[in-house]
């Protein structure tokens, strides 16, 4: 019988090792890190699952994820190691048992975006959006780029963080989803904070998450704690609804094609009780006298720029409440909870 099991898994699984059915395999939520040395992950990985071989998903080592699929929502089946560090991540496949659809683990990234695994179709995204893509952007982010926002009151990353954090008690010891991370400037400080059970650096950029990456293979004790990095839609984030305690988005308002779309999206998969903390740019200010603020509308021509009101008003019809905010020139960091 044991043979038997071991040849159909062989057939089904040709790239895990069997494991026998008497072992135990806990949830990756529940398991501690693993310890891995510092390497370059480039394999690709994905599992094939037929109707039958999921109504054996004990015997076979497949437990239900923390991830969900873009399109149907519902939460993925993944085959490999436990853990949530970027090791045991990235040597998992991954596949939504409803719509069939798997996911790939690209370089050092989890992506799971619908036009995941795609061949003919590619995105046109705008033009905003397409920037953060771009390799050179992406190097420049966290050397000269984003330091510049202090021009605008940014306080800067430390003070940004441990404003972020003040928001964030409630949701202590939960999982937090860094959106729009970029480089992760923000992703490893949370992670590094010990704060959170769990930290995913989500970006739509691929070369921002290589470069989160880089910074993150320089320091041997960020690749082994439960940081994970994927590639996703802000319009269409890879979680099961009132699954999440923590949403993160700094800088980040602005560049998005749909600010109600996304902030939907935030609102459906924080659980009751969950933050959500961003910062922006301002169009203006209530004390920019009125005569200049059509001119500064003029000049912010290409980004999403809103008002202090627009955006507590954004956060309210998705269902956001107890809105606060503080405001330090051109800057706004806001804050919402689900109820």
Known sequence: MAMASTCLHQALFPKYPCVSHHSRFNPPHRSPSLRFPATTIRATSEVALEPEVISTQRNQRLEVDLFACPVCYEPLLRKGPPGFNLEAI????????????????????????????????TEIVPARTELFRSPLVSFLYERGWRQNFSRSGFPGRDEEFNMAQEYFKPAEGGLLVDVSCGSGLFS???????????VIALDFSE??????????????????????LV??????????????????AGAALHCWPSASNAIAEISRVLRS??????????RYTSSTPSILRPLRQRVLQGYNYFTEEEI????????????????????????????
């Not at 596949?95 to 995941?116: G, Q, R």
């Not at 490893?188 to 769990?198: C, E, I, P, V």
């Open 90 to 121: 990235y040597r998992s496949g991954f596949k939504c048992k409803k719509c069939n659809k798997s996911y790939t683990s690209k370089d050092m990234y989890l992506d799971l975006t619908v036009s995941s695994g795609m061949k003919e179709y």
């Open 188 to 198: 490893r400080k949370f992670a590094q904070s010990g704060t959170y059970s769990k």
């Open 207 to 228: 070369n921002m998450l290589r470069q989160c990456y880089d910074f993150i293979k320089r320091d041997e004790t960020l690749s082994t704690i439960n940081l994970a």
């Open 231 to 248: 590639r996703a839609d802000i319009s269409r984030l890879p979680f099961a609804s009132g699954s999440v305690d923590a949403v993160h």
């Open 273 to 282: 009780g969950g933050v959500f903390v961003g910062t922006t740019f301002l």
């Open 312 to 339: 507590e008003d954004l956060c309210t019809s998705c269902g956001l409440t107890n809105y606060t905010n503080k405001v330090q020139q051109a800057f706004i960091m806001f804050s919402a909870q689900k109820p």
